[in-house]
């Protein structure tokens, strides 16, 4: 990798004046107590392009993003801006440079207002001018089209406004370059339109962007190079009109594809016969869907399907009492039952797999062992707890069966990768051997290797009569599991589709038109 | 492995504390060992030590529980102690006559006092979502003047043989009561932790709040069960108090004990915001507390100055705990380890 | 897309402050109608800033603290060391007022910085930090001097004898004679330090990033706040109030003594809560920090001009940061501020859909 870097530089050195190099990164290393997240990386951006930083979970895009920032010191290597040897200490020092960020995780203060999360940290002042600050936010956020006021407080924005705000204030910053770490993932289309179309523009003013997204289709439509990373460690940079999707994924994968291409046949068990497992009638919930039925078979996959927002992940939760439930009528087995918190759907045989990983899933400082057998325990009971030998146990099994990569059963869950994160939270839900599980985005922010896996599993659960309720935002991979989608929009059903119908084109027929 | 290890560190840090203590002990004077036998009981330093962390060993265990499930701290543990103790005192001298059975009654009422305390505190924080330290504060303003009314005058006096013995020496046992009771009071919770959930359970509440619910834990009856065991400890530490002061000051009694509680479990190595614990790690912690005012009483430091010294102490502990300083010297001896591999290979050539 | 709500909402902040201010006043106006004789008197609302400057100076840096996130238990032992060193210092015979000033300052600042220092830079649990750092002030005070101290210097002496006459704002007393309304320096000083302190904290940089620390560290240093100085200042600032408190409390009773201010960290603390100011950090007001001391305040003042058992005013005081204290739950509940939600049990809670009135 050293040599494309000089070849670059030796070359095409006429070349480089018109695009010059606005930051080079050099053998970046970076490690953590017990994990190498960064060995000899290398990253080059130049101006006026965007360059996607492409990898799994756990390759180090992040890590490598927060070198670049000052937020995290680097062990070894060399960073030069504009030529000039460079060392960030915070990102304060980043961002005087001239470094605007949007971190994958929204990094703004919700006790604060719109226009304060957007010139605070910036500049140096020593009073603040309210009045003119609210001006130039209010003209900013008019520009973008953001629906958010200046003097609003920003915890009562939603997700997407936030996110948008996080953009425009590192788009208001003049930057040199602009690092967008994940920006799309709570966007909706038209607001990734309008994101990408603010992102060709400032590409024209000579900014340089680096864009990270798990999204491929993104990738290839806005972006002029790719940098690949796996395991911490540089696999190269490439054009993107010259790597094909294909090849994009076997790099960052570092295997072939046959994986995804094997689950790609539908095995879908088709056990249509037979009373429900699990049946609502006009169940909503106080997270605001509109009351709806349901039902699922044994054995049957099926899933909610819509836009972010739609209220797909909304419905299961009131499946699972997750939210407050205001009203319908729950049946199991074609007997009346009541959900009102999370205890009573598990002890009926309901798993939920959460949405949000971190925040509802795992108990980050919990060994992976307890974390595993955490819902079979509280079902059993307070006053009944395993013997560390049996937990032991089980964990090993669970760990052997799901390939959970983790140093030992005592480790901390918060160490181990996104992917193996996801696997055992699923694994406690196998160990309670559910009739009926829900599983809400599992696939999300994981590598292709472990989305790959989980969608196996799916389909041998149901093999051997388990319900599952599958939902990702990747549509094929619905399409590749479930035998029946229920189509949400605004918060309610609208459409249902299954056996023939079932096509991805009809779903996104349904979802555009909001039904017939 | 990785948890282990800081497990091993977390007990480990308070332990050669204690264990630099004791040596310190033990350069003053050789005889820091010695026991002696007076009136059938054994005395000397270390049943002194244990004499007198009594109260502290209890109350930074209940302290230990309320850290995990709640992440903060009750400021109201020693108002608590007094509050439950004058409940004990009262209904002891009207009874009838001091009996072994009226002394247990009185306790069993006490007790029941500092649950209803506990689920005072409990409910602000667990219904009302109030922080810890603030909802305690209430009770912290308050509590002593409520002992002082359920006294009814100015330090009612517990002069008598049965409680004097419970504060003291039972003729026959030949170590002294609160000892006994403290390693009761362990063995029974020691018991508690292994028979039901509570440990798992408190810890997730603490880490995750939302991820427990939704794995069918009702966080805000374990931070209620935790607050009411905190009442229960408090009761036990403030019977145990006036016992060995043989009468009810609401001013003085238990005074303090709740920083030292808090600093127990902070020299324990828990995290004072909650989630994972070691309740031996706040039990080694409060003995350190304990050998260290010992201590300096020993090497005759004036009793003025005694705060200041503590003072020193503390934060010398803390810096060296600290994750920076760790950090730093994990770096520290990683270039060190460098230079001296680097200056080896250098040498083989 | 989501459509702008049109309602203009009020900060967390000032919500709370509002709610200390109505309560404050209503309590005041109860005891004017209650007591008319003593709470008529402008000396009597002057008297609470006079005898209780320090506490109002230590409640300020409280709630700075508090926003940031933060917690400091030791600024009473530290006025109390700070008064105990002016007293010695000013009865070695060499002393000076100004001199005993810049002691004051001093003193408080070394605590604020050493405190900052270990809990801003090498990220010790605040709360143990500023504990050992009340066991440290107590034990040096102690260690000083352990008798009152009486000042009688005559410079001093008359510093804190001075009181300004404000003619036009006197009452007359049951005798017929007008007395004239007296306000102590440290009133002054307590004002002053209000106002510049709440505008330090709603225009200046320093005030602003301390509110976004507070509210969410770790996003702050993503935004390019140097965190740990800001928290850092806070510390150090909070300190330095101390000092000044110190010197206020001398000024004002002319004795070192060991038991001075001992407690009023948590009377602080109280202070700054009931004055809408949240241990969790983010939200808070300076101007309502002194509001809420001075609620406390009035209701000893009211206990005392009741004339009961002086053990009620402990008692009234909890009672009345319970209400607080539960009123700013219910508040952030109603509000669904950052889903903030009641933990009420199902037959407690209102109808389905409640809970997210604005």
Same mark, same amino acid.
């Given at each position: 990798m050293r040599r494309t870097a000089i070849i670059v530089y030796t070359a095409s050195g006429e070349k480089q004046l018109q695009t010059p190099n606005v930051l080079e990164m050099r053998g970046i290393c970076k490690s953590f107590p017990g994990v190498r997240a960064l060995h000899d990386v290398s990253f080059t951006l130049r101006s006026g392009e965007v360059h996607a930083l492409m990898g799994e979970n756990g390759a180090g895009k992040s890590t490598l993003i927060k070198v670049m920032t000052g937020v995290y010191e680097k062990d070894s290597g060399q960073i030069t801006v504009e030529g000039k040897a460079m060392h960030f200490r915070s990102p304060q020092d980043a961002q005087a440079f001239g470094v605007g960020t949007v971190y994958q995780e929204i990094s703004l203060c919700h006790n604060l207002t719109v226009a304060e999360n957007m010139f605070i940290g910036r500049g140096r002042y020593a009073f603040v001018d309210w009045k003119g600050m609210r001006e130039k936010t209010a003209r900013l956020l008019d520009s973008l089209g953001i629906p958010a006021r200046p003097t609003q407080q920003l915890s009562s924005c939603s997700l997407a406004v936030?996110? $948008?705000?996080?953009?425009?204030?590192?788009?208001?910053?003049?930057?040199?370059?602009?690092?967008?770490?994940?920006?799309?993932?709570?966007?909706?289309?038209?607001? &990734?339109?309008?994101?990408?179309?603010?992102?060709?523009?400032?590409?024209?003013?000579?900014?340089?962007?680096?864009?990270?997204?798990?999204?491929?289709?993104?990738?290839?439509?806005?972006?002029?190079?790719?940098?690949?990373?796996?395991?911490?460690?540089?696999?190269?940079?490439?054009?993107?009109?010259?790597?094909?999707?294909?090849?994009? &994924?076997?790099? $960052?994968?570092?295997?072939?594809?046959?994986?995804?291409?094997?689950?790609?046949?539908?095995? =879908?068990?088709?056990?249509?016969?037979?009373?429900?497992?699990?049946?609502?009638?006009?169940?909503? *919930?106080?997270?605001? =869907?509109? %009351?709806?039925?349901?039902?699922?078979?044994?054995?049957?996959?099926?899933?909610?399907?819509?836009?972010?927002?739609?209220?797909?992940?909304?419905?299961?939760?009131?499946?699972?009492?997750?939210?407050? !439930?205001?009203?319908?009528?729950?049946?199991?087995?074609?007997?009346?039952?009541?959900?009102?918190?999370?205890?009573?759907? $598990?002890?009926?045989?309901?798993?939920?797999?959460?949405?949000?990983?971190?925040?509802?899933?795992?108990?980050?400082?919990?060994?992976?062992?307890?974390?595993?057998?955490?819902?079979?325990?509280?079902?059993?009971?307070?006053?009944?707890?395993?013997?560390?030998?049996?937990?032991?146990?089980?964990?090993?099994?669970?760990?052997?069966?799901?390939?959970?990569?983790?140093?030992?059963? *005592?480790?901390?869950? /918060?160490?181990?990768?996104?992917?193996?994160?996801?696997?055992?939270?699923?694994?406690?839900?196998?160990?309670?051997?559910?009739?009926?599980?829900?599983?809400?985005?599992?696939?999300?922010?994981?590598?292709?290797?472990?989305? &790959?896996?989980?969608?196996? #599993? !799916?389909?041998?659960?149901?093999?051997?009569? !388990?319900? !599952?309720?599958?939902?990702?935002?990747?549509?094929?991979?619905?399409?590749?599991?479930?035998?029946?989608?229920?189509?949400?929009?605004?918060?309610?059903?609208?459409?249902e589709l299954s056996g023939e119908s079932l096509t991805e084109r009809d779903v996104l027929h349904v979802i555009a038109g909001g039904g017939e | 492995m990785a948890r282990m290890r800081s497990r091993g560190f977390q007990v480990f840090l308070p332990l050669s504390v204690l264990a630099i203590l004791i040596l310190i002990n033990l350069i003053k004077g050789a005889d820091y060992f010695s026991i002696s036998i007076i009136n059938g009981a054994l005395y000397g330093n270390i049943p002194n030590i244990l004499f007198g962390a009594s109260e502290l060993v209890i109350l930074s265990i209940g302290m230990t529980l309320v850290t995990s499930s709640s992440g903060g701290q009750d400021i109201s543990v020693g108002v608590a102690g007094a509050i439950t103790s004058s409940v004990f005192v009262r209904l002891l001298l009207s009874s009838g006559g001091i009996t072994w059975a009226a002394i247990l009654a009185a306790f069993l009422a006490s007790c029941a006092v500092g649950i209803a305390i506990g689920a005072f505190n409990g409910a602000l924080v667990a219904v009302f979502k109030v922080q810890p330290m603030v909802a305690t504060l209430i009770l912290f303003t308050a509590g002593r003047s409520v002992a002082f009314l359920i006294d009814g005058r100015l330090s009612p006096i517990l002069a008598n043989d049965l409680t004097s013995q419970v504060g003291s020496v039972i003729p026959g046992v030949p170590i002294q009561t609160p000892i006994i009771l403290t390693a009761v009071f362990i063995a029974l919770f020691a018991v508690l932790l292994r028979t039901t959930n509570l440990k798992l359970y408190s810890q997730c509440v603490g880490i995750n709040q939302k991820a427990a619910r939704l794995n069918g834990i009702n966080p805000v009856r374990i931070k209620f069960l935790t607050y009411m065991i905190l009442g229960v400890c408090s009761a036990v530490a403030g019977f145990i108090a006036v016992t060995k002061a043989g009468r009810h000051d609401s001013v003085n009694l238990l005074k303090y004990v709740e920083m030292d509680a808090i600093l127990a479990v902070a020299i324990g190595g828990n995290p004072l915001g909650g989630g994972t614990f070691s309740i031996a790690g706040s039990i080694i912690g409060a003995y350190t507390i304990e050998v260290l005012n010992r201590t300096l009483l020993r090497l005759e430091v004036d009793t003025e100055t005694i705060k200041a010294f503590k003072a020193a102490f503390i934060i010398i502990l803390m810096v060296i705990a600290s994750p920076v300083v760790r950090q730093f010297a994990a770096r520290g001896s990683r270039w060190m380890r460098d230079r001296l591999g680097g200056s080896a290979q250098a040498g083989q050539r | 897309m989501n459509t702008i709500k049109r309602k203009e909402t009020i900060s967390n902040s000032n919500l709370l402050f509002a709610i200390a201010a109505v309560i404050f006043a209503l309590m005041y106006g109860f005891a004017v109608l209650r007591y008319p004789r003593s709470f008529l008197q402008y000396q009597t609302f002057f008297d609470l800033f006079n005898l209780n400057a320090p506490l109002i100076i230590l409640t300020l840096g409280l709630s700075i603290v508090m926003i940031g996130g933060g917690i400091d238990i030791s600024v009473g032992a530290v006025t109390g060391l700070v008064t105990m060193c002016c007293a010695v210092f000013l009865e070695s015979g060499r002393g000076s007022v100004g001199g005993s000033m810049l002691l004051a300052l001093g003193i408080g600042l070394a605590f604020g910085l050493l405190q900052g220092f270990l809990i801003?830079?090498?990220?010790?649990? %605040?709360?143990?930090?500023?504990?050992?750092?009340?066991?440290?002030?107590?034990? #040096?005070?102690?260690?000083?001097?352990?008798?009152? #101290?009486?000042?009688?210097?005559?410079?001093?002496?008359?510093?804190?004898?001075?009181?300004? =006459?404000? %003619?036009?704002?006197?009452?007359?007393?049951?005798?017929?004679?007008?007395?004239?309304?007296?306000? /102590?320096?440290?009133?002054?000083?307590?004002?002053?330090?209000?106002?510049?302190?709440? &505008?330090? $904290?709603?225009?200046?940089?320093?005030g602003r990033n301390l509110y976004a620390v507070g509210g969410n560290s770790q996003s702050s240093l993503m935004l390019g706040i140097n965190v740990r100085r800001t928290k850092f200042s806070s510390y150090a600032l909070c300190g330095l109030l101390s000092g000044v408190a110190g010197f206020v409390f001398i000024m004002t009773t002319g004795a070192g003594n060991v038991g001075n201010a001992s407690g009023f960290e948590m009377k602080a603390i109280a202070g700054s809560i009931i004055g809408g100011t949240m241990l969790s950090g983010g939200v808070g007001n300076l101007i309502g920090s002194p509001v809420g001391a001075l609620t406390l305040l009035t209701i000893n003042e009211l206990i005392r001009a009741a004339g009961v058992n002086s053990n009620f005013q402990a008692i009234v005081s909890g009672l009345l940061l319970c209400v607080f204290i539960v009123l700013q739950s219910l508040v952030m509940w109603l509000r669904g501020a950052g889903g903030f939600k009641l933990a009420l049990p199902a037959w407690l809670a209102p109808g389905g859909k409640g809970g997210r009135a604005g």
């Open positions: 936030q996110q $948008m705000i996080a953009i425009a204030r590192a788009i208001d910053m003049d930057c040199r370059i602009l690092i967008l770490d994940e920006p799309t993932s709570s966007l909706d289309e038209d607001e &990734v339109r309008k994101l990408f179309s603010l992102m060709r523009e400032l590409k024209s003013r000579g900014v340089g962007i680096v864009f990270v997204t798990h999204f491929l289709d993104q990738v290839y439509e806005i972006s002029d190079r790719i940098t690949v990373l796996r395991n911490g460690e540089f696999i190269g940079d490439y054009d993107a009109s010259s790597l094909p999707q294909l090849e994009l &994924v076997s790099k $960052m994968m570092g295997k072939a594809l046959d994986d995804v291409s094997q689950i790609k046949k539908r095995e =879908v068990p088709a056990l249509e016969g037979g009373a429900p497992v699990f049946e609502a009638q006009g169940l909503s *919930s106080a997270a605001g =869907v509109r %009351p709806f039925d349901f039902a699922i078979r044994k054995g049957e996959v099926n899933g909610f399907t819509g836009l972010l927002g739609s209220g797909r992940s909304e419905s299961v939760r009131a499946i699972y009492a997750a939210d407050k !439930v205001t009203g319908g009528e729950i049946k199991v087995h074609g007997r009346k039952a009541r959900i009102g918190e999370p205890i009573q759907a $598990m002890k009926l045989g309901i798993g939920y797999l959460p949405e949000d990983r971190k925040g509802d899933g795992i108990i980050a400082e919990l060994s992976v062992r307890d974390n595993i057998i955490l819902a079979l325990q509280v079902m059993k009971g307070f006053f009944k707890p395993f013997s560390r030998k049996e937990a032991e146990s089980f964990a090993d099994e669970y760990i052997e069966r799901l390939n959970i990569k983790t140093a030992s059963t *005592s480790t901390p869950i /918060k160490s181990l990768s996104g992917g193996n994160q996801q696997k055992v939270i699923l694994a406690r839900w196998l160990l309670t051997h559910p009739e009926y599980l829900i599983l809400d985005e599992p696939t999300r922010g994981i590598d292709v290797g472990t989305k &790959v896996e989980i969608q196996k #599993l !799916v389909l041998k659960l149901a093999e051997e009569g !388990v319900s !599952v309720t599958f939902i990702s935002s990747e549509i094929e991979e619905m399409l590749r599991t479930c035998s029946r989608l229920i189509v949400m929009k605004d918060r309610a059903i609208v459409g | - | 801003a830079y090498l990220e010790i649990q %605040p709360f143990i930090i500023t504990l050992a750092g009340m066991f440290l002030a107590n034990g #040096l005070l102690t260690t000083i001097h352990k008798d009152p #101290l009486n000042v009688t210097m005559a410079e001093f002496v008359r510093l804190r004898d001075y009181s300004m =006459v404000v %003619p036009w704002l006197g009452t007359t007393n049951r005798l017929g004679n007008f007395i004239p309304l007296e306000v /102590k320096p440290g009133t002054f000083v307590a004002a002053l330090l209000i106002a510049a302190l709440a &505008v330090l $904290m709603h225009w200046s940089r320093f």
